[in-house]
C-alpha cells in the first residue's frame, strides 16, 4: 500500500516535470527544469517534451529534482528574468564563481589567457602646449596660472640654462672639477617646484638644482658648494652639484642611484604619523626604475598609504644605457599599476602640464594620503656629466633636434608672450643681468679659502675615536709633503 503510494506520488512529481504541468511551474520554465534533471542540458523554450523518466526512479534522482525545482521556484520570484537565468546556467560552472581571496575577489574564467607583455597603444601623455607654446583650446580655460607665477617660472627657467651653461664652461676651464647641467630638463625643475609648497620635502637626485633655485637658494650659495670653500654647507665634503640645504627641506644630494627614493618614503611615512599638511616628492631617472630601491620603495608607500610623489625624468639614457635596452614595459607609467599607485605620464617638456600634473599629485597625496608616479617625457640635450661625451653613444643630429623643437624654456617662453606678458626687450635685459650675476658668484667663490682639513672629521662623533685621529694627522702629514697636489688655500 506505502510502496503504490509513493510510485504513484513519484510518477506524478516526474509527470509534472516532463508534461510542463502549471501546477508546479509556469509553463514557459519547463525546459529549465528538465535541463536541470537531465545533467543540465539546455533546451529551447519551444522545445519538445523531454523523453518519458523511467519507471522506476531513485529516491536519490526524486530528491534531487524536487531539490532544484525549489531552487528554480526562487529564482522565479526573484528580479532576475528568466532569460537572463537561462544565459547565465550556460556559462557558470556549478563551483563558486568568485574567490573571495585576501587583497580582494577574484573572478574565475574558463579561457587560458595569459596578460600580454605589450600593448598595442602605448600609455597616453598629458600635453597642455604644443611645440609652438599654443594650448589646446579645449583646456585653455581651464588654466589658472596668474601672469606673475607664469613670468617668474618663466624667469627661473632662464636663471638655471644660464647658470647650467656658464658653470659648465667653469668647468671646462678647470676652475671647478666636475658638473652636470639639465639642459632639456628646465621645465622639469621650475614647473615642479611650483607646484610645491616650501614645507614639502624634497629628495632629489641630481639634475634638479632648479628646484632649489626656486626655494630661494642664491647664486652665490651654488657658486660656493661647486668651489667647496668654507661657506660651502657640507663643508667641502662633497662633490660639485650635491647640494643640500636644511632651510629649504632639500635632502643633500648623493651620487648613488636610487639611494634617495626609499628615504623619502620614509619621510613620507613620517609625515603621515604626524598628520602633516605636507608631502614628499623625490625625483630620478629612467636608469632609478632599474633598482632594488625603487620597487622596494614603491610597494611599502603602496602598502603604507604614505604621502609621496614619485617623480621620474624619463629622459631617454641612462648614462649611455638607451631605455629600450633598459625594460620592455611600456616606459615607467605601467610599473606604477603594477604596485596600486595613481599613476600617470606627462610631456616633460610642458612646463603647464608639468604644473597641473604636480599641483593635483600633491592634492591626491595629502587629502587622500596617498603615493602618486609620475612620469615625464623629456630628453638629456646635454652630456651626461662633464665627464661624459653623450656624441659616442648618440647622434648629433638627434641632440640638435631635441635642443630645437622640443626646448621647454622657448616653448614655455612663447607662451607667455602669446599672453602679453613677456617680450624680446625683457628677455635682453634679463638674460644680460642673470649672466653677471652668475660671474660675479663665481669671482667671489673662487676667492674665498676652503675648509679647515679638521672639517674632514668632524659631524660624526660627539668625541673622536682614536682610529678617526690616527687618519687626520696622516691627512696632515701628507698635504705638508705633497703641497703641490693639494691647494694652497687649505688651512691646516
Not at 607664469?150 to 666636475?178: C, H, K, P, W
Not at 652665490?220 to 668654507?230: D, I, M, P, S, V
Not at 608616479?373 to 661624459?388: F, K, M, P, V
Request: glycine residues 4%.
Amino acid at each position: 500500500m506505502a510502496s503504490s503510494s509513493l510510485k504513484k506520488s513519484k510518477n506524478f512529481i516526474f509527470y509534472n516535470l516532463n508534461l510542463k504541468s502549471k501546477f508546479l511551474i509556469p509553463d514557459r520554465t519547463s525546459a529549465i527544469t528538465n535541463s536541470l534533471f537531465h545533467h543540465r542540458l539546455l533546451h529551447s523554450i519551444s522545445s519538445p517534451p523531454s523523453p518519458p523518466v523511467p519507471k522506476y526512479a531513485s529516491y536519490s534522482q526524486l530528491n534531487s529534482a524536487i531539490f532544484e525545482l525549489a531552487c528554480l521556484r526562487r529564482r522565479l520570484h526573484s528580479t532576475t528574468s528568466v532569460s537572463n537565468d537561462i544565459s547565465q546556467l550556460a556559462v557558470e560552472p556549478t563551483s563558486h564563481q568568485v574567490l573571495d581571496f585576501p587583497g580582494g575577489k577574484v573572478k574565475f574564467t574558463q579561457k587560458l589567457i595569459f596578460t600580454s607583455n605589450s600593448t598595442e597603444e602605448r600609455v597616453h601623455c598629458y600635453r597642455v602646449l604644443d611645440e609652438n607654446g599654443q594650448p589646446f583650446t579645449d583646456i585653455d580655460s581651464s588654466l589658472k596660472i596668474s601672469k606673475e607665477l607664469a613670468v617668474q617660472m618663466y624667469t627661473n627657467m632662464v636663471t638655471l640654462e644660464v647658470m647650467d651653461t656658464i658653470f659648465y664652461e667653469s668647468q671646462r676651464q678647470g676652475r671647478i672639477s666636475f658638473y652636470a647641467t639639465t639642459t632639456g630638463e628646465e621645465a622639469i625643475n621650475i614647473a615642479s617646484a611650483a607646484a610645491l609648497d616650501s614645507k614639502d620635502f624634497v629628495f632629489p637626485q641630481y639634475r634638479e638644482p632648479g628646484v632649489l633655485l626656486w626655494r630661494g637658494f642664491t647664486l652665490q650659495e651654488f657658486a660656493n658648494q661647486l668651489f667647496g670653500n668654507k661657506y660651502e654647507y657640507g663643508k667641502g665634503r662633497q662633490m660639485p652639484i650635491h647640494y643640500g640645504s636644511r632651510k629649504h627641506n632639500y635632502i643633500t644630494v648623493a651620487s648613488t642611484v636610487a639611494t634617495q627614493i626609499p628615504h623619502a618614503v620614509g619621510a613620507a611615512y613620517s609625515l603621515k604619523m604626524e598628520n602633516q599638511d605636507s608631502c614628499v616628492i623625490t625625483y630620478f631617472g629612467d636608469g632609478g626604475t632599474s633598482t632594488a630601491d625603487f620597487h622596494a620603495a614603491m610597494n611599502f608607500a603602496a602598502v603604507m598609504e604614505v604621502p609621496v610623489i614619485f617623480f621620474c625624468r624619463n629622459n631617454g639614457w641612462a648614462i649611455s644605457t638607451p631605455v629600450d635596452e633598459q625594460f620592455r614595459s611600456d616606459g615607467v607609467v605601467v610599473k606604477g599599476k603594477a604596485y596600486g599607485v595613481p599613476s600617470i605620464r606627462i610631456d616633460g617638456n610642458d612646463a603647464l602640464a608639468i604644473y597641473n600634473a604636480v599641483n593635483e599629485a600633491r592634492k591626491m597625496a595629502i587629502k587622500e594620503q596617498t603615493p602618486v608616479l609620475i612620469e615625464a617625457l623629456t630628453y638629456r640635450a646635454g652630456h651626461h656629466t662633464t665627464s661624459d661625451d653623450s656624441t659616442r653613444y648618440r647622434s648629433t643630429d638627434e641632440i640638435e633636434r631635441w635642443r630645437g623643437d622640443q626646448n621647454p624654456v622657448k616653448r614655455f617662453r612663447k607662451w607667455i608672450e602669446s599672453k602679453g606678458w613677456w617680450n624680446d626687450v625683457a628677455e635682453s635685459e634679463y638674460r644680460s643681468s642673470i649672466r653677471k650675476q652668475v660671474a660675479q658668484a663665481i669671482q667671489v667663490a673662487e676667492r674665498i679659502e676652503k675648509p679647515p682639513v679638521a672639517e674632514m672629521f668632524n659631524d660624526v662623533y660627539d668625541i673622536p675615536p682614536k682610529n678617526l685621529k690616527e687618519q687626520e694627522v696622516f691627512v696632515r702629514k701628507t698635504v705638508k709633503k705633497h703641497t703641490e697636489d693639494y691647494p694652497s688655500d687649505v688651512p691646516l
